[in-house]
């Protein structure tokens, strides 16, 4: 059984990662390729991401050991409905040598798997943008939220970054001093943090800086509002407390109020001791108090395992977690 | 005196009115032509709109008694900063034969004029998008939001329709049957209220419609929260609650708290009997109890006006603005 090997590729919108191993949890290789999300790269440049990231995974691998695979992506049931991206995805599994059948999932499922082995609880993952699920049986059953920017995304790295940008232009409309946050946030987009005699140019000019560059890129100023909380700045600390408060809400649209079945925090904005992650600990505590939390960890680790817990040899999936997604070895 | 010729612009993003009126009050000629805001549409088919709506409102009028114009537009700064943009608009005023000169304004401050005749005091506008400004000695001083929708615009018509779409999505993510406005919303986007058996399709079909049009579209979602709020449903009268408090919060970055001078309430949601200008009403009388608070009116006219008042023969503009801006024949 230890012999057998599966692999797991974990294709986010920044990176895509690949992990082959043993059931026993021996970690035979891993890849990291460029993000591969085939919503928004399309799904050439997808596969071939996650052909890098594969190669690299199997470079010590005789590819025929491996008996089953998943891929965990963004827009999973979208490629799924789509022959051509569909057979994009063939094309490049077949080229790393792999002949055993694969399975594809939500990025969302293999970020709840990366935290739990249970086969029911809630996800909710905050990056760029920000969903909240409800796992049942190892399958997204309801979503919440994961709108994108323009309707959704509440409380995620873009909802941070255009509030920095709304508190900051808000100071010049009043004619204040820019505090600590939305100082930061005025010299990351206009190279300084100096205000012109007319308070209203810097405003046009930080509009035309952000307005530029396509929307999502706001969430590239969430890391200043994560950093300035930690430093206890209270316009920032404000926002990750009404950030919080919206992650926590979605949530509250999809899990039961007497549910204490575990949830996973994923996404750069909740994984780690970040003041996001306290937050969302906080509002979650209060309505599940009962609720093992836990952080995403190993995406293709977890994919691997979801590949893995099919195989007929696997008698007990949970172990199986403890080994490949919690390794001790 | 009487005599004397003056004319007046508002150019708008839906429209362009002109008014031709003497300095008794006589209103000679109007005109109306297409929207002419010139940092949406160029300054090419702006003067194109001008030229057609003066035009109209000087069919009945030697150009030659014209002695004063005034142009009020949206990005009039921007229009001025613009030697290029100028001249077209210089051309289309000597095209339609006015020798004299004339002075461009921001639409706010003719906003403002059409409300008052008081050279100091504060005006606040929502339409598709929401601006406030201090005006002081009839110039725009400072200047709150308008930020556009990305970044602002907090309690506009772009404002409503978004929140109002994603009370929608919310509704659709607990599996709640939409209620009165969000069921409404859903009909108007998609032609249908009815919910598919997996909501999560009527949620990613929403935010394909969405998605698909520019997202300044939404505003023309507020109507329905209007009607909805009108109709005493609960949703809709939270949004516009809300969306009041946006609108004075704005008013409170420039206007001292000990202001008394008026308040003038313009554009398409808070002219008129509306439940918003009833909230924005409300809000606004809390805080500045003594101030007066009028809704906008002709905007062409006050342009009209505005233009007058610098006029020799002109010793009292409070009375001019009672005859032109305010007409009693």
Not at 86 to 94: E, G, N, V, Y
Request: aromatic share 2%.
């Amino acid at each position: 059984m230890s012999d057998t090997v599966v692999v797991g590729l974990d294709v986010g919108g920044t990176s895509t990662r690949a992990a082959a191993l043993t059931l026993a949890g021996r970690r035979l290789g891993t890849g990291c390729a460029g993000g591969g999300n085939p919503t928004s790269h399309g799904a050439e440049r997808a596969a071939a991401e996650l052909l890098a990231a594969l190669r690299q995974a199997l470079a010590d691998v005789d590819p025929a050991r491996v008996r089953a695979g998943t891929i965990g992506l963004a827009g999973a049931a979208r490629l799924l409905a789509d022959p051509a991206g569909r057979d994009t995805f063939d094309r490049a599994w077949r080229e790393a040598g792999l002949r055993c059948p694969y399975t594809v999932h939500g990025d969302a499922l293999v970020a709840y798997a990366s935290g739990t082995a249970s086969p029911d609880g809630t996800v909710l993952i905050a990056g760029t943008g920000a969903i909240a699920a409800q796992v049942r049986d190892l399958r997204l059953d309801r979503v919440a939220d994961g709108h994108g920017w323009l309707l959704g995304d509440a409380g995620s790295g873009f909802w941070l970054g255009r509030e920095a940008v709304r508190r900051l232009l808000a100071d010049l409309d009043r004619g204040r001093t820019p505090g600590q946050l939305t100082a930061a946030v005025l010299a990351e987009l206009l190279g300084s943090a100096e205000v012109a005699d007319r308070p209203r140019d810097t405003v046009d000019t930080v509009i035309q800086a952000v307005t530029r560059r396509p929307p999502v890129e706001l969430a590239r100023l969430a890391p200043l509002v994560v950093a300035a909380a930690q430093a206890g700045e209270p316009v920032a600390a404000g926002l990750i407390a009404e950030a919080a408060a919206h992650l926590a809400e979605s949530v509250t649209r999809i899990r039961p109020v007497d549910a204490d079945s575990p949830i996973v925090l994923g996404g750069g904005l909740l994984t780690g001791d970040t003041p996001l992650a306290a937050g969302v600990r906080g509002e979650i505590g209060r309505r599940w108090p009962a609720a093992p939390l836990r952080s995403a960890g190993d995406g293709a680790a977890a994919a691997a395992w979801l590949a893995a817990r099919d195989l007929p040899e696997v008698t007990d999936p949970g172990h199986l977690h403890a080994r490949l997604v919690s390794p001790t070895t």
